[in-house]
């Protein structure tokens, strides 16, 4: 049986075009061997902005350029001694048993998280270039091309879908009044709210940024109520919808003082809300009212 020299690349080539540094290491592997396979991961958050194209996509960019090479794909894996398993599962379905295999990456590459059984060797990097910056180039460019428009509907047509979170807040007053805000551009009035920052470490510090920043105002801290689904006029025509947590303060301190976007915040009876609400705040109130009645009607002042 014939010897055969077998070079393993393992990247995820998540960027526009192959630059100059993905050519050189993909030139210097096919010199070495005598079959080169090229292993792409794929991530299980598809479409992300770490990992924007799928397999096919990699694929046909790495194949234009180097049509001889083997190109597949694995999967990544919670555990890296699991996802070694399956990688050499893959290379022993396309290799021979007497080939020579040897798994090429650079310093920061796939090897320290390798504990398969071929061997590895790292290659110096001619060429830094970060993928991340390539990204954010790309992210930043606009192509005025059919085919650009087309690429960004696919894309948006296959990304995840998921809820929109968002906080809504029950501010009690004094005899237990329920505030309720009226937005410069509906003109309705409804409970204050606003999305769930990606940035903050819960729906409880959404709602205290909110009432601190939009309303100025001190309170108790958030009591959670219940979550429903708010039929937002802006995603009516969108897959996307809006699901909401709900949560309620007490008004200790503080002049209302709300920001620009509210042109006026005041407090009602809760038995004149129902009526004077925006339709879309009405599953907000029912969750208020369901709440209440469960605890007597008793709102916690503490």
């Not at 590895?120 to 992210?139: W, Y």
Request: charged share 25%; proline share 4%.
């Amino acid at each position: 049986m014939t010897k055969v020299n077998v070079g393993v690349i393992i990247g995820r080539f998540q960027i526009p075009k192959l630059h100059e540094g993905h050519r050189m290491l993909i030139e210097e592997v096919m010199s070495k061997s005598d079959k080169t396979i090229i292993v792409l991961g794929i991530s299980e958050l598809a479409n992300s902005l770490t990992d924007p194209l799928d397999f096919k996509m990699r694929e046909e960019m790495i194949r234009a350029d180097f049509p001889t090479a083997i190109i597949t794909y694995i999967k990544d894996e919670f555990d890296d001694h699991v996802w070694s398993i399956k990688l050499d599962t893959i290379i022993n379905d396309i290799c021979l048993p007497n080939d020579n295999v040897i798994m090429y990456g650079s310093r920061d590459s796939f090897i320290a998280c390798y504990h398969g059984k071929f061997a590895t060797e790292e290659l110096p990097s001619k060429i830094k270039v970060s993928a991340t910056e390539q990204r954010e180039k790309a992210i930043k460019s606009m192509i005025y091309t059919s085919d650009f428009r087309a690429g960004v509907i696919w894309s948006t047509g296959n990304r995840f879908i998921s809820p929109i979170p968002t906080v809504d807040i029950i501010v009690f007053g004094d005899k237990g009044a329920v505030l309720c805000v009226m937005n410069k551009k509906r003109k309705t009035w409804r409970f204050p709210g606003g999305f769930s920052s990606t940035n903050s470490p819960s729906y409880e510090h959404d709602v205290k940024y909110i009432i601190e920043k939009k309303l100025h105002i001190i309170t108790t801290e958030p009591s959670y109520v219940g979550s429903c689904f708010v039929n937002d006029y802006r995603y009516r025509k969108e897959p996307q919808k809006i699901k909401t947590s709900i949560f309620t303060v007490v008004h200790k301190m503080g002049t209302l003082a709300p920001d620009d976007n509210i042109e006026e915040a005041k407090y009602f009876s809760i038995d004149k809300i129902k009526d004077l609400i925006d339709v879309e705040h009405l599953p907000i109130y029912n969750k208020l009212i369901k709440y209440l009645e469960e605890k007597n009607g008793t709102i916690s002042t503490n």
